[in-house]
């Protein structure tokens, strides 16, 4: 062993993908090339400003600038109530069913370390977010994909699950709206989560990040509000996409309250807390107006039917998505999912992100994200259809 070498559990975790894209962007555009990334979903729009002004009251407090606890303020935990309550008819108790985590993805990889020993199991979602595979190898745990299904609209089949897997599993994350398919949620889906879980006794993470991301109508519900949901889960709810705010870390665990103490219990050996400043700058998020949102979503539309219609108008079939800000397409013909992506970052300076990167499902497919500004995305598309174009 060297000095330097990581752990066995660090070496057996793929780089993270965006950090590899990232490098090679910056490769590129140190060269002088004009490069348009589709890659990463981080937002390109503003906080909205009664966010900016809570925190920039909140942060010349002296009071806010202590050690936070792990628990959260009151009012933090009261917002997220009152929030639950409002937008998705779900009772949560501020006391024992809600605490603060410094975002979604730092919440989901302590969830691995919270509930999982070696040789237990964790089913994740193929295609899906990267922590949910590489959390529960870092805590020395095993992962089982569960292949989403194009058919059954981008949802594992649960009864054909592998019962020796079902049986050892701890953990199952789900996501809906989900990355990268941009699916929601079926209906009964959650339902049937609930029986299987009850069934092998599993504690299902929904990770509800797209949320507020939703377009023609469709109004995205919560895992919790699903009879029995909050016996057998807990959701992660980031404040990042909905509200713009990737940069602050704000998000927050909420439901089976054994659960969330398993995780503050954790979380009080790993970090200090969640900047108390930054708390209260989600309650002003969580109380304050919803037009902003939905202004910021009709953008969103908007560049996505931009993107469709080019890809449409390529060949490339696609299917406009309800929720998220990605668009999930098949690669054309005679490519891979990497063959592609490095076709259209070498030919054509556009990263997309290549659907074998969120699971061996993804592949054949790819993923454009709609965090770039119009002009941006339609000169991306107008690159596109040259390289690709008859
Ligand atoms: C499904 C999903 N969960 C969580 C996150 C990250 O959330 P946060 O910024 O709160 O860590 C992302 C970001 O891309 C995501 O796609």
Redesign the pocket.
């Known amino acids: 062993m060297g000095l330097t070498d990581p752990s066995k559990r660090l070496e057996a975790i793929p780089p993270y993908m965006f950090a590899e894209l990232e490098r090679r962007v910056a490769d590129k555009r140190a060269a002088g090339i004009d490069v348009i990334s589709l890659g ?2 981080d937002p390109d729009m503003p906080t909205y400003p009664h966010v900016v002004e809570a925190m920039q009251g909140a942060v010349a407090e002296n009071a806010n600038q202590k050690y936070p606890s792990n628990r959260g303020r009151e009012e933090f935990r009261q917002a997220f109530a009152g929030f639950y309550g409002r937008r998705f008819g779900v009772e949560i108790d501020p006391e024992s069913e809600v605490i603060p ?1 410094v ?4 919440c ?1 990889y302590n969830l691995s370390f919270a509930f999982l020993d070696p040789d237990d199991v964790a089913l994740a979602a193929d295609p899906g ?1 990267p ?1 949910y595979t590489a959390g529960p190898l870092l805590a020395g745990a095993e992962t089982v994909l569960m292949p989403l299904v194009p058919e059954l609209g981008f949802v594992p089949d649960l009864d054909g699950l592998d019962p020796v897997a079902a049986s050892n599993a701890r953990l199952m994350f789900i ?1 809906y709206p ?2 990268p398919t941009g699916a929601v949620v079926p209906d009964g889906f959650f339902e049937r989560v609930v029986e299987l879980a009850r069934e092998h006794e599993i504690l299902v993470v929904h ?1 509800n ?2 949320s507020e991301t939703t377009y023609d109508g469709y109004v995205a519900p919560s895992f919790l509000a699903t009879p029995g949901a909050k016996e057998v889960g807990v959701e ?1 709810f ?4 909905g509200f713009n705010m ?1 940069g602050w ?3 927050a665990i909420l439901g089976n309250a054994d659960a969330v103490s398993s995780y503050w219990r954790l979380k009080t050996n790993i970090d200090s807390g969640l900047f108390e400043a930054v708390q209260l700058a989600g309650v002003a998020a969580l109380e304050g107006p919803h037009e902003p949102v939905e202004q910021m979503n009709a953008i969103y539309a908007r560049r996505r039917d931009l993107v469709v219609d080019a890809l449409r108008a390529i060949g490339v079939e696609v299917t406009p998505p309800k929720g998220t800000i990605y668009i999930w397409a098949p690669v054309p013909e005679g490519h891979t999912s990497t063959s592609f992506a490095e076709l259209m970052l070498e030919e054509a300076a556009v990263v997309v992100s290549p659907g074998s990167m969120y699971g061996p499902s993804g592949e054949g497919f790819f993923r454009i994200s709609l965090t770039t500004p119009d002009e941006r995305i339609t000169e991306a598309v107008e690159r596109m259809r040259e390289h690709l174009g008859n």
Do not use: F, H, M, Q
């Not at 980031?238 to 996409?241: D, E, F, I």
């Open positions: 990463i979903g985590a975002g979604a993805k730092e989901i977010y922590p996501n989900n990355n990770d990040a797209y992660v980031s404040l990042s996409k990737t870390r704000c998000a």
